[in-house]
Nanobody, 117 residues
Framework: QVQLVESGGGLVQAGGSLRVSCTAS????????MGWYRQAPGKQRELVAR???????NYADSVKGRFTISRDNAKNTVYLQMNSLKPEDTAVYYC???????????WGQGTQVTVSS
């Protein structure tokens, strides 16, 4: 079983920056996708950003140009640099890993990101 440990969340004012990180207990080279989801109050969990093992990235439209995902397979770690934060970015951010064979998702406990206006 894969365990994911997130860190870096916190409280920041609008326009500020945060960097969250997630380290997996699994070999990073074997994880097809690593990324971040978030869930705001009253909303469903949504994809924020993810990166494939080949380096391909996907971002939610709402964060394009502001957030940057990076991945260090040797360290089994994925990062999300969040700049120009907005109050609407406030959510619990969950680390996610996905393998295709076998198809399986693992989730972190979540880290709270709060952006004040």
């Amino acid at each position: 079983q894969v365990q994911l440990v997130e860190s870096g969340g916190g409280l920041v004012q609008a326009g500020g920056s945060l960097r969250v990180s997630c380290t997996a207990s699994r070999d990073g080279f074997s994880i097809d996708f690593m990324g971040w989801y978030r869930q705001a109050p009253g909303k469903q969990r949504e994809l924020v950003a993810r990166m494939s093992s080949a380096g391909d990235t996907n971002y939610a439209d709402s964060v394009k140009g502001r957030f940057t995902i990076s991945r260090d397979n040797a360290k089994n770690t994925v990062y999300l640099q969040m700049n120009s934060l907005k109050p609407e970015d406030t959510a619990v951010y969950y680390c996610n890993t996905r393998t295709l064979v076998p198809p399986r998702d693992y989730w972190g406990q979540g880290t709270q990101v709060t952006v004040s206006s």
